[in-house]
């Protein structure tokens, strides 16, 4: 090995034309990529551009980068003056937290119920069952759950007046204050089983012998859980938890899309719904083009927030 | 491990699971049974576990739409060639950045990666497909979605578990890399793509929202735009269609949109028994080791 390194380092390289011309047929294959994340990823990026410059009902991207008027931060100050800004910008970080702190956490805990079941075939039944929301839409599920709720031929309404949670029939779809509440279960139902798979499979590759000895040891059920399979799943929950804090403040549009109506608006409007209302059929471009990047910044902020609190709490940042 | 004792833990375990099952699958049946039964009964409320009164009429008018074969054909045509431009031209790209020896690869790399945590949003996006003349056509469907950096992640993640001899041994037979992509690396992968090609046939199976907003043509409409407007606008008929005064008495919007939801949704029951095995596999790989 040391030869060769010897070797190559005396013959003189080959000039960098020469070697992207051996290579070509690669260069090719990357550059591909590189081609379309310039056009769909990288463009869009810099037509951010628009948000700063009249160019509202303008189609032609190229002619608003380059010719409309700048207007410097207008654009932002017409949303936060918006009659609707603080509802929207209430809802945005209140149902995201909330989804957060929720339907992060669920699935890994369902995943430890799932391989703590004994039964092979029961354990192959649940996850059959419950993975299988997954594969249908939000539109579809969404669908479902509106017949489900509905007054006159739901089954949802029966069964909370039989409980004793309400007195008399509610409409909850039209009902505002219900609206973060359906968000959390929906997406539980329809997602908790396909989001614990990952954890699952991680689960799974533990080593048993680790839980034989504990159990040699005297460890219990809960200690075994907690001292074997959360520290050594922990790798796996942090991966996922930096996706979904990247992600923070982008709404699932499809979800809260189906359960949102005139009713329920105060709740449920949320920036991305926003966006699509002013910027697509409106086509207040420049305007909604700054709220989606207004959008990024509080992101951003409490992306920072977040890891400050977390440093000064737990001795650890978020990254 | 299996202890004789009676465990209080494991009874309590298996009946929540239980019960979350019943949660997650009741809906599926809610609809069914609802979908079977008349309109105007069926307003009267109660259909819980059987059709009270049993009529295929929602399904008549649901399938003499001519919307919903429409839908159909544009659903299935951009997920079977969405599917598969998307996973040839993302594991290609990712095999070309799988090289050790490709020029540039780690400034590739990091182009790759900022797209991940930046982007510009929805209307510049828009506005950008519009200026590609791709807003009212078929291909809005297939080329922005064709390439994903996430997957192009996991493959090379798997690519690289591939001995370096193969290639190697390849190019000494006098394959060009074209070749050996094809031949050699994709017949290799084939658990990853797989679950990455199942991942992205659910994603264009089920998204309306790109069609909702790139597209206006009603002969662009996939199923779940339909089922959307169903749904929404409870816009169950098509204007065209002639619905006998007798079948009317039969269906109500309720019933016939849950007919329209167990068609789209038939489709997903009869292939998912045998994609299970598939859920697994490319996880393993891709995301643990990468």
């Known amino acids: 090995m040391q030869q060769e390194t010897a070797l190559t380092k005396l013959r003189p390289q080959p000039s960098l034309p020469r ?14 990529g590189i081609v379309f994340i310039l056009i769909f990823n990288y463009l869009p990026m810099f037509g951010i551009v628009i948000a700063f410059k009249k160019a509202d009902y303008s189609v032609n991207l190229m002619k608003s980068v380059v010719e409309a008027p700048w207007v410097g931060f207008s654009y932002f100050k017409e949303f936060i003056n918006d009659y609707q800004f603080r509802d929207i910008l209430f809802n945005t970080i209140g149902l995201n937290l909330l989804q957060l702190l929720i339907n992060f956490p669920a699935p890994i805990i369902f995943a430890i119920l799932i391989s703590e079941i004994v039964h092979k075939r029961y354990k192959k039944f649940v996850q059959s069952i419950t993975y299988f929301p997954h594969f249908i839409s939000w539109i579809v ?24 949670f309400i007195d008399e029939p509610v409409a909850i779809l039209g009902e505002a204050t219900a609206f973060w509440g359906l968000i959390i279960i929906t997406s539980i139902i ?21 839980y034989e000895a504990a159990t040699i040891d005297g460890a219990g059920r809960f200690r075994r859980i907690w001292h074997i399979t959360l520290p050594s799943i922990s ?52 305007y909604t083009t700054a709220v989606g990047l207004f959008k990024s910044l509080v992101a951003l902020v409490l992306l920072v927030a977040g890891h400050l609190l977390s440093k000064r709490i737990a001795g650890r940042g978020i990254f | ?67 919903l074969y429409v839908g159909l054909k544009v659903s299935i045509l951009r997920t079977v060639i969405g599917t598969l431009t998307s996973i040839l031209f993302t594991a290609m ?52 979605s064709m390439f994903s950096v996430f997957n192009m992640i ?41 679950t990455v090609g199942l991942w992205n046939a659910v994603y264009h199976w089920n998204s309306f929202f790109d069609a909702m907003i790139f597209t206006t043509k009603r002969d662009l409409m996939p199923l779940q735009l339909l089922l959307m407007k169903m749904i929404r606008e409870a816009d169950v008929i098509s ?12 269906i109500s919007v309720q019933t016939i949109r849950m007919a329209a939801i167990m068609v789209s949704t038939v489709p997903i029951l009869c292939v998912y028994p045998f994609l299970q095995r598939y859920f697994v596999t490319g996880f393993m790989v891709g995301s643990l080791k990468g």
């Open chain 2, 93 to 144: 790209v990712s095999y070309a950045m799988s090289r050790k020896n490709l020029i540039w690869r780690s400034p590739y790399y990091w182009l790759h990666l900022i797209t991940l945590f930046f982007g510009g949003g929805l209307i510049p996006y828009f506005l950008v497909l519009k200026n590609l003349a791709l807003i009212n056509s078929f291909w809005v469907y297939i080329i922005p």
């Open chain 1, 190 to 210: 329809k997602g908790l089983g396909w989001g614990s798979i990952i954890y699952l499979a991680a689960i799974t590759s533990i080593d048993p012998t680790l």
């Open chain 2, 1 to 67: 491990m299996v202890t004789k004792r009676f465990d209080w833990f494991i009874v309590l375990n298996y009946t929540f699971l239980a019960l979350f099952c019943v949660i997650t699958i009741y809906p599926i049946y809610f609809v069914l049974i609802g979908s079977f039964n008349e309109g105007s009964d069926y307003m009267r409320g109660g259909v819980f576990l059987f059709p009270r009164e049993f009529s295929l009429a929602n399904y008549g008018v649901v399938l003499q739409d001519e919307r």
């Open chain 1, 235 to 286: 790798g796996t929950i942090i991966v996922f938890f930096l996706l979904s804090v990247s992600n923070l403040l982008n709404s699932s549009f499809d979800h809260i899309w189906v359960f949102q109506n005139p009713l329920n608006l105060e709740r449920s409007e949320v920036i991305d719904t926003f966006v699509y209302k002013m910027g697509i059929t409106q086509m207040r471009y420049s």
């Open chain 1, 19 to 32: 070697r992207l011309w051996k290579q070509w047929q690669i260069q090719f294959m990357a550059l591909c």
């Open chain 2, 239 to 250: 204007n065209s269609q002639y619905i006998p005064p007798q079948v009317q008495r039969k």
């Open chain 1, 141 to 164: 599920f969404g669908g479902i759950v509106i017949n489900m709720l509905s007054v006159e031929s739901g089954v949802v309404v029966p069964i909370l007046m039989k409980l004793g």
């Open chain 2, 154 to 194: 996991i493959f090379n993640s798997f690519f690289r578990e591939i001995p370096e001899e193969l290639h190697e041994s390849a190019t000494v037979d006098g394959a060009n890399e074209f070749r050996i992509f094809l031949s050699m690396f994709i017949p290799l992968s084939v658990p990853v793509l797989a």
